[in-house]
């Protein structure tokens, strides 16, 4: 960014870890005031200290979480801009091996929160320019083996993403969603390393020749909440090297 944009207020969920923990630094050190929630508060003691960044240790899926994480965010910093839905939950299983336990904790993590976070946003009266950020993934669109619920709940955010477009895009909020692939994280180290055939089925197959890092979505995620992106609105922006576009071997 060409300048600081210290006139915004961002929520930023999952962000004691991995891509959240990116987006909610990279937003501080373009001077944006960021409230960072996670569950995790060992997670969250990684912005102690940091400016920009206060914390609030919330589970996005409790009954009470829109309410709390607004809140806590007008009492720290003012009204929100901008929201990044990015918590969620991953290391799927195929359907079979899936029960409904498990299919429901991965809807309530990476869709639910999505819409209820998004719904306390949208009531709240406002004349101002706000954005949301929703982050899916390249599996939202794109079959993978063994990723039944969580393919089913990104493509719901997906779907929503476009929805609350056409419902809200009239009343100034931008909604738009970043569909990410392979991002090196502690979620995904594991795999990574010790997975010979999840290699051959991502990185293998990434033009780019790498995994993506936090940092490469928290850059996307800043341009689309910013005025660069004033007139983009309804769109799933994918930020995986390539991979989906050629599947490169």
Partial sequence: MSKPLTSHVAIVTGAGSGIGAGIADHFARN?????????????????????????HVCDVTAADAPTSIFARCRELLGEPDWLINNAGRGNAKAAHDTSDEELDAYLAVNLKSVFRLSRELVSALSQRARSIVNIASVFGSVGFPGAAPYSAAKAGVIGLTRQMAADYGANNVRINAIAPGLIATPATADR?????????????????????????IAAVALFLCSPAASYICGQVITVDGGWTATRFH
């Fill in 192 to 216: 990574m390393a010790n997975n010979p055939r999840y290699r051959m089925l991502t990185i293998d197959q990434i033009p780019a020749g790498r995994a993506g890092t936090p940092e490469d």
């Fill in 31 to 55: 001077g944006v005031q960021v409230l960072a929630v996670d569950r995790n508060a060992d997670g969250l003691g990684r912005f102690d200290g940091q400016d920009g960044v206060r914390c």
